[in-house]
């Protein structure tokens, strides 16, 4: 049996509760499909250290500040957990799970979402997947040959798990630094830190928030046809949070080039070096989960969906949120999903109507 809603979101984490309120405040009919088979989205899979790279009060969806959590600066996953859980249950949101889309087809004046739990007919879909079902893996030579373990950074979780092993991280993001840090203070861990460049802290009072200002002037100044002046990534690359800080002052976060190739016990770098490793950690990032909307044939070079602002240029039932910047800017954190989730919401509305 097909249910009907007029506007089906796919995905309940941040980014599909974000649309979710505006969705309710407009009295809008609608659903909300998460393959999870609890609240939280992502986050409640992340490693047990992880923290925001912004305070409490600057990491909130719109309508309700996250409150602080006692005893820390930046909120760590748990915490925002309950604080998307407790969301959920406060604006009342029909959240469905466990659903797993598999496909979202057009079907004449309206669109057909499938999922394995049965099929959904819908006027408009707001896809909010995120990225953290599709990892990224560089390719480098060898890595058929290395017998260690192979992780990306969704399978890790914590420093205990690699007790007394030699382990090699890969990344100077965020996560690589976080990673690192968790590791570096473990004893019995022996970490090499490997980078493509050499690691840019942030100045330690910049955190997300000034990220968040400085990306929002950005797309504001490309938008009136300014000049671009923001050069956001000039910043840094790493917010120092907490435990980071304390692992770069204690001088155990010294960063190594990039390695040439995996050999079969470890790494080796151009000129010949090599460092033996139990397991190599790849802090390498993610790409757009958006499988389910092949059967649309939106796609273009590298898989890239065209967008103006959220919305689909070749699907205008259909928009995208919370995939980063190219759906709005810091469209992909806590405090910048909510502007391009209201504006998505007005332009369903306007299509609805």
């Known amino acids: ?95 469905h799970r466990p659903a797993r889309v598999r496909a979202v087809h057009q079907d004449g004046e309206r669109l057909r979402v499938e999922t394995d739990t049965g099929d959904w007919s819908t006027r408009a879909v707001v896809s909010a997947t995120g990225t953290w079902w599709r990892p990224f893996l560089p390719a480098v030579p060898g890595q058929g040959v290395f017998t260690g373990r192979q992780l990306h950074t969704t399978c890790y979780r914590r420093p205990s798990d690699f007790a007394g092993q030699q382990v090699v991280v890969v990344g100077g993001g965020n996560s690589g630094a976080q ?62 949070v907490p435990p980071v800080r304390a692992a770069r002052d204690a001088g155990l976060l010294k960063a190594q080039p990039m390695f040439e190739r995996l050999v079969a016990d470890g790494i080796r770098w151009s000129d010949g070096t090599t460092a033996r490793a139990d397991a190599v950690l790849w802090c390498t990032g993610f790409r757009p989960a958006l499988s389910h909307l092949a059967p649309l044939g939106l796609r273009g070079v590298r898989g890239h969906i065209t967008t103006d602002g959220t919305r689909a240029v070749g699907e205008p039932r259909l928009h995208l949120l919370g995939y980063g910047d190219w759906t709005g800017p810091a469209s992909a954190t806590l405090i910048g999903v909510g502007r391009p989730a209201r504006d998505a919401v007005r332009q369903i509305t306007e299509l609805l109507a």
């Open 1 to 95: 049996m097909t249910r009907v809603a007029d506007v089906v979101v796919i995905g309940g984490g941040q980014a599909g509760l974000a649309a979710g309120y505006y969705l309710r405040r407009k009295k809008l009919d609608f659903v909300i499909l998460d393959a999870q088979s609890t609240p939280g989205g992502a986050l409640q899979h992340t490693w047990d250290s992880l923290h925001l790279f912004s305070q409490a009060a600057f990491s909130s969806l719109p309508g309700r500040i996250m409150p602080a959590q006692p005893g820390q600066e930046y909120p760590d996953a748990g915490h925002v957990v309950k604080y998307l859980t407790d969301y959920e249950q406060r604006y009342d949101l029909p959240v």
């Open 179 to 240: 990673i690192a840090a968790d590791l570096a203070t473990h004893d019995g861990i022996d970490l090499t830190w490997v980078t493509q460049r050499p690691p840019r802290f942030l100045a330690d009072d910049i955190d997300g928030r000034a990220l968040f200002d400085a990306a929002t002037a950005r797309r504001r100044a490309l938008d009136e046809g300014r000049t671009d002046t923001s050069d956001v990534a000039s910043l840094g690359d790493i917010v120092a």
